[in-house]
């Protein structure tokens, strides 16, 4: 049986990729662009994945 994912970003942990991208959508908004484009491609998400 495989691990369950969970994702990391901010101090946060996020059980399913649906919140984890909501996240960092807004942070992507509103903060470190650079930041989340790089947890973006940490965890194999593209920047199209959050609507940037």
């Given at each position: 049986?495989?691990?369950?994912?969970?994702?990391?970003?901010?101090?946060?942990?996020?059980?399913?990729?649906g919140?984890?991208?909501?996240?960092?959508?807004?942070?992507?908004?509103?903060g470190?662009q650079?930041?989340?484009?790089?947890?973006?491609?940490?965890?194999?998400?593209?920047?199209?994945?959050?609507?940037?």
């Amino acid at each position: 049986m495989s691990e369950p994912v969970v994702y990391e970003f901010g101090g946060e942990i996020y059980e399913n990729s649906g919140e984890f991208l909501d996240a960092l959508a807004h942070e992507y908004k509103v903060g470190d662009q650079e930041a989340v484009i790089d947890v973006l491609e940490q965890y194999g998400f593209e920047r199209s994945d959050i609507g940037a």
